[in-house]
């Protein structure tokens, strides 16, 4: 049990200090800001942010669904298991492999994603001019595509502090559950292959999320208090895994926890598809090769949902 406990404390400073180095590299770094950046240099973060839309995508149908839905359907079926014990034949099979056979998962997916478009449509409604940023930056984003210029200063882009919440919300959850799966590990081996599977692919998306956080135009106080409060959440659930395993043996899996996942990913998917991939497609120029970056990020993490 010692040398299984100095293992997963070795993953928790593994997971706090790479994924705060990547996620602090583009806010620390002038080089990754799209304001001051021209010509070649501007193409080249449009193609970074494609595959860190890439990346965001894969990890939303790779990583955070495919366990959501893996979750709930497990715990499904022990309700249902339970409650046919209980009854003890009460009620048709019928019935039963009715209810099984629904959906929840995709339905607790799709309440997150609703979840997330009733608040922004609440914002909206609430303060009609939020909305007036984002029109002016897409005008001011299309002239510098069609190569219209202007000595006058450009106007601030669109912060979109609502959608960058629920990103870091999002992975904030995802994060916590990912520590707890490392933290619940029974031996050292399945410990060190999830805790490698887990910093592979935490390690891309925290750089993407601080690129996106410095191309939104986010201070670099908040962009960094942002990255250090989602670099602790996985160390944060290795934590609570080391508790449950010290005070509870069975360590399984709760539906709460199942649920929670679920709407996590789908506020994940909504922010991924109305939110990062438009941003980054949104110009004309090099369509197969944004195609290609976002393509290249989504292989990358499909990859390494081979060992996550």
């Known amino acids: 049990m010692e040398p299984l406990l100095g293992v997963k404390i070795g993953c928790l400073f593994a997971l706090l200090v790479l994924t705060l180095i990547c996620g602090l590299i583009p806010i620390c770094f002038k080089w990754f800001q799209l304001d001051a950046a021209t010509g070649r240099h501007r193409r080249v973060l449009s193609l970074l942010g494609c595959t860190s839309a890439g990346v965001f995508l894969g990890a939303g149908f790779m990583h955070m669904t495919a366990d959501a839905l893996e979750g709930i359907e497990s715990e499904i ?136 956080l410095v191309q939104i135009g986010t201070g670099s106080r908040w962009a960094t208090l942002s990255i250090l409060s989602l670099a602790l959440m996985s160390p944060l659930g290795l934590v609570l895994g080391l508790a449950v395993t010290q005070g509870d043996s069975k360590g399984g899996r709760g539906l709460t926890q199942a649920v929670l996942e679920g709407v996590a990913a789908g506020t994940f998917l909504y922010v991924t598809f109305l ?34």
């Not at 029109?135 to 001011?140: L, R």
Request: charged share 15%; glycine share 10%.
């Open 77 to 212: 079926q022990k309700f249902m298991m339970q409650n046919r014990t209980r009854r003890e034949g009460s009620v048709s099979d019928g019935a039963d492999s009715a209810q099984m056979e629904y959906p929840y998962g995709e339905l607790i997916i799709s309440l997150g994603f609703f979840f997330v478009f009733l608040l922004e449509s609440l914002a909206l409604q609430c303060y009609p001019g939020a909305a007036e940023g984002v029109t002016v930056q897409e005008e001011w984003d299309g002239a510098h595509v069609l190569g219209l210029h202007s000595h006058g200063p450009l106007p601030s882009p669109s912060k979109g502090p609502l959608r960058a919440l629920v990103l870091l919300l999002s992975l904030s959850f995802h994060s916590v559950f990912e520590g707890l799966a490392v933290g619940l590990q029974p031996t050292v081996a399945a410990t060190v292959q999830l805790c490698l599977a887990v910093l592979a692919h935490k390690g891309l998306i925290m750089f993407g999320v601080g690129l996106r």
């Open 275 to 308: 939110e990062i991939l438009p941003r980054e497609l949104a110009g004309p120029e090099a369509p197969l090769a944004k195609w290609g970056c976002v393509a290249a990020g989504f292989a990358f993490m499909a990859i390494i949902a081979l060992w996550a």
